[in-house]
């Protein structure tokens, strides 16, 4: 079942708890993560919690629980919620207070869903997913993982509209990111992925395949990608916690090599997977 949180209450999913002075729904002025769990252990935890306390950092957010304390209320909501494969969405913002656009003498306030995982059709995984590429019109602090994130809705609804899986963005002729995810391009046996800056979001399970990459053997490097090198791609894959490792075998209509997903992209995937079984093992 699901459940929710609300600054150290529990509560039904379904309760109304928003007051309507809350500066994450007036000024979308907060930060959020998104956790897998997978058999009942949260993967990645501790990185995703850092995160969150960078992104809060980031806009002078001081957060009202430390990452112990957010991880034990996470390990009480999901004995609450007794399900084994599911998401915890965590949400900081700047408090509840009358609306002005300073800063207010206000405490955070911290809101937690955990909810069944998804499900990601097993045919995408393993057949790849079609992106289309948008213009990248968002702010130029993406590293923070904002609540602010209506870009991003219009593109991937735009996307979905055309019949795509993604949207990818470009500025400036180079490849930034995805609308909710992290872009791998794999030509001549190397991988690649845009470079850790501002312009992204520097994701938990990018990271996790850049090293794992390295323990493989296989090449990698953070580069410049241009929409001419996405297009020439041997390979090509999107990455986020909730889509792990998916192949893409279209752009714009266009395949990606043979629209096959590739060699490089398949040794990532279950790499990816042995990993994540492997901590929840022990």
Known sequence: MSVAFI?????????????IDERGHQFGDGVYEVIRVYAGSPFMLREHLQR?????????LQLNYSPDELEQYIG???EQANESEAEVYIQVTRGITPRQHLFPNASASTTMTIRPARNVPQAYWENGVSVALMDDERW????????????NVLAKQTAANAGHYEAVFVQ???????????VFVVKAGKLLTPRNSKKILSGITRAALLELALELGIPAEEADISVEDLKAADE????????????VHTIDQQPVNDGKPGPITRQLQQAYQQLYRKMIVG
């Open 7 to 19: 600054n150290g209450e529990f509560v039904p999913v379904e309760q109304k708890v928003l007051p």
């Open 52 to 60: 969150l306390a960078r992104s809060a950092a980031a806009i002078q």
């Open 76 to 78: 009480k909501g999901l």
């Open 140 to 151: 130029a602090n993406c590293f923070i993982k904002s609540l602010n994130l209506l870009p």
């Open 172 to 182: 400036n002729g180079y490849i930034t990111e995805g609308s909710s995810s992290n």
């Open 236 to 247: 090509l894959f999107i990455t986020s916690t909730t889509m792990e490792v998916m192949p």
